[in-house]
Structures are given as structure tokens and as C-alpha cells.
């Protein structure tokens, strides 16, 4: 059983650069699609970064240009840096591993993120 540890997170001023990090205690591969999303009070959870097993990134349009995502297999670890954050940002942020070819997927518990104008 994989088992996805978030940390990162915290109340920041508009502008500024954060960097979830998103651990598992299972071995992570270049096979698996890996994403963040996050959800917002009172919305549905959305994709925001997401890395498929081609290496393939896509990003929905409002953090694109401003949020990257990234993999280190070493630490079995992935990552998504928040530059320029806006108020709009604000939610609770969760990573997600989809293993190959058919599953199964894991959550982690997700991460506050705060962004204060």
C-alpha cells in the first residue's frame, strides 16, 4: 500500500513562490501519471499540474506559465512550485498517483494554501 505525505503549505502573501512536496512510501515510476489538484470551500477538486508517463505536462490555463510540476524518483518524490500565487490560489492542495496501466490510485491528505492579498 502507497501511502502519499504532503507538506509545503501555509499562508503566504500575494506574489510570492511556494513548494508542496508530495512523498510516498512506496516506490513511485516513470510509469505512473502523477498530478496535483486542489479544491477550493464549496468547489469540486481540479486538476492543476500534471505529469503523465510520456513525461507530458499540462497545466489548466489559470496556473500555467506560474505553476510547475516536477519528479525526483531518488526521493520518491514530487513536486509543485507556485510562483506569482494569487488570492485565487487559495485551497487545499492534494498530489495523486495513478499507477500503471490501470491503477490503483492513492491520495495524499492535502495541504492548506493561503494567499492573501
Known sequence: ???LVESGGGLVQAGVS???SCTSTG?????DTMGWYRQ???RQRKLVAQITRAGRTNYPDSVKGRFTISRDFAKNTM????????PEDTAVYYCNVDKYPNGPSFWGQGTQVTVSS
Not at 516506490?27 to 510509469?31: E, R
Request: without cysteine; charged residues 25%.
Open 1 to 3: 500500500q502507497v501511502r
Open 18 to 20: 511556494l513548494r508542496l
Open 27 to 31: 516506490v513511485i515510476a516513470s510509469t
Open 40 to 42: 477550493a470551500s464549496d
Open 79 to 86: 513536486y509543485l512550485q507556485m510562483d506569482s500565487l494569487e
